[in-house]
């Protein structure tokens, strides 16, 4: 249900109790980013990936980060690469199609997923047809 968070974040703490490894928030939403800490195991890695606003601001406990024992680190997009990566692949010296071993349709999210949790192929894409 993606109209109620709350759903996933009850999901995930009572299916994953002891918490995980690694943690990396990508979406660049800092509410989110301020729930990373309770989603880390004892011992776990936080890695900030998202981009976020200059003027955004993160309300973390110093007492649970070193109470967990846990790592965070930053890590920044490649913004400079992209006019790069695309001429290679422009120029077909990456070949991605060798990559790509399955095509979904929007309407077929679900079987995308399957295939992921199978293992199945390399990398699986959504297009639209």
Same mark, same amino acid.
């Given at each position: 249900?993606?109209?109620?968070?709350?759903?996933?974040?009850?999901?995930?703490?009572?299916?994953?109790?002891?918490?995980?490894?690694?943690?990396?928030?990508?979406?660049?939403?800092?509410?989110?980013?301020?729930?990373?800490?309770?989603?880390?195991?004892?011992?776990?890695?936080?890695?900030?990936?998202?981009?976020?606003?200059?003027?955004?601001?993160?309300?973390?406990?110093?007492?649970?980060?070193?109470? $967990?024992?846990?790592?965070? #680190?930053?890590?920044?997009?490649?913004?400079?690469?992209?006019? +790069? @990566? %695309?001429?290679? !692949?422009?120029?077909?010296?990456? $070949?991605?199609?060798?990559? #790509?071993?399955?095509?979904?349709?929007?309407?077929?999210?679900? +079987? @995308? %997923?399957?295939? !992921?949790?199978?293992?199945?192929?390399?990398?699986?894409?959504?297009?639209?047809?």
């Amino acid at each position: 249900d993606r109209t109620d968070a709350r759903y996933h974040h009850e999901r995930l703490l009572r299916e994953h109790q002891r918490g995980f490894d690694y943690v990396i928030e990508a979406t660049g939403s800092p509410q989110l980013c301020n729930e990373t800490l309770q989603y880390a195991r004892p011992g776990g890695r936080i890695v900030v990936y998202g981009v976020y606003p200059a003027d955004a601001r993160l309300n973390w406990s110093p007492y649970e980060i070193f109470q $967990k024992q846990l790592t965070i #680190v930053g890590s920044f997009a490649q913004t400079h690469c992209f006019d +790069r @990566a %695309l001429a290679y !692949l422009e120029s077909r010296q990456v $070949k991605v199609n060798e990559m #790509v071993t399955h095509a979904f349709a929007l309407d077929d999210y679900h +079987r @995308a %997923l399957e295939t !992921l949790r199978a293992r199945e192929g390399i990398k699986s894409i959504i297009q639209q047809f």
